[in-house]
């Protein structure tokens, strides 16, 4: 069967922002995550959107690679999680000469899709 990965790395958005985002979709079809995705007001559901779009581009590659048909509808989102990546650290100016350090976060994002038939056996089997 089909399992496919996608991951995006060192997307500057908080992992806070952007667990809030994946949490929407985790476990959900595809289809259906694209669909709650492309009108999700977060800034953060862009570069998700485009995460689960590759994904499933992925899982069709891997499809026609090993002569497996792949319909589209019974793909389902099995593991979505974002890890804190690289944090830039930078300086702004402040009263009588201090200086405050501002953060700004990075993520690495990541979406794991399976088949449906497949996903059940996992967890049957686990």
């Given at each position: 069967?089909?399992?496919?990965?996608?991951?995006?790395?060192?997307i500057r958005i908080t992992p806070q922002k952007a667990r809030r985002v994946v949490d929407l979709v985790r476990g959900k079809n595809a289809e259906e995550a694209l669909a709650i995705l492309k009108f999700a007001p977060q800034a953060a559901a862009e570069p998700v959107f485009k995460l689960v779009a590759s994904a499933m581009a992925?899982?069709?590659?891997?499809?026609?690679?090993?002569?497996?048909?792949?319909?589209?509808d019974e793909l389902v989102v099995a593991r979505a999680f974002v890890d804190e990546g690289a944090t830039l650290k930078r300086f702004r100016p402040r009263a009588q000469g201090r200086a405050f350090r501002i953060n700004k976060?990075?993520?690495?994002?990541?979406?794991?899709?399976?088949?449906?038939?497949?996903?059940?056996?996992?967890?049957?089997?686990?």
């Open positions: 069967m089909v399992e496919s990965i996608a991951r995006v790395r060192h992925n899982a069709r590659v891997k499809a026609d690679k090993e002569n497996l048909r792949l319909n589209e976060r990075t993520s690495h994002i990541t979406v794991v899709l399976q088949t449906a038939d497949e996903l059940a056996a996992a967890k049957k089997g686990a």
